[in-house]
T-cell receptor
């Protein structure tokens, strides 16, 4: 499968614990995006990388959230001191370089449940 | 905020064409209209996108009005597997990339 891969698919954690999610984009896609989706809502933008550079961050990305893409390939999203409000689906997407005429492809997401 | 408005839900009979409308009256000249769909518990799936000309691929057709203020996604022969939430998106430019701003979408139910 050459699509966007996310791991794990599901994560249950206790409040206050740290969690880390991984995203492997489509090979040679320079752009990588993280989104968050809560029940009944559309995905919301969190952050964006072009190669290893994090170029944009949403106000939704609090200080407890950090994302990296160290070698411009896979990316990780870490949430520290998780709260119940962090329960959501975390989606990763990737796209090739280009202007606004460039579709992004999404992974299947990581569903986080904080208990 | 999303630049698009869509009806919250629609029904379609299996085998018939599903026509999903979208309004994007504030779209700028260089912005594209994208359609994605999301089947329960899965990630959004890319369907099609276009600028001003009508587009067709193996999944769907996209009809964009001449003034570009609205568009229609057409699934020519809907099947039960097309039941999903369909998102119409006008992406915005951010720092050499683009932000796909999702609204609540249209929940399409294909009925047997």
């Amino acid at each position: 499968d050459t699509g966007v891969s996310q791991d794990p698919r599901h994560k249950i954690t206790k409040r206050g614990q740290n969690v880390t999610f991984r995203c492997d984009p489509i090979s040679e896609h320079n752009r990588l995006y993280w989104y968050r989706q809560t029940l009944g809502q559309g995905p919301e933008f969190l952050t964006y990388f072009q190669n290893e550079a994090q170029l944009e961050k949403s106000r939704l990305l609090s200080d407890r959230f950090s994302a990296e893409r160290p070698k411009g390939s896979f990316s990780t999203l870490e949430i520290q001191r998780t709260e119940q409000g962090d329960s959501a689906m975390y989606l990763c997407a990737s796209s090739a370089l280009g202007g606004l005429n460039t579709e992004a492809f999404f992974g299947q997401g990581t569903r986080l449940t904080v208990v | 905020d999303a630049k698009t408005t869509q009806p919250p839900s629609m029904d379609c009979a299996e085998g018939r064409a599903a026509n999903l409308p979208c309004n994007h009256s504030t779209i700028s000249g260089n912005e594209y209209v994208y359609w994605y769909r999301q089947i329960h518990s899965q990630g959004p799936q890319y369907i099609i996108h276009g600028l001003k000309n009508n587009e067709t691929n193996e999944m769907a057709s996209l009809i964009i009005t001449e003034d570009r203020k609205s568009s229609t996604l057409i699934l020519p022969h809907a099947t039960l597997r097309d039941t999903a939430v369909y998102y119409c998106i006008v992406s915005s430019s951010i720092n050499y990339g683009q932000n796909f701003v999702f609204g609540p979408g249209t929940r399409l139910s294909v009925l047997p």
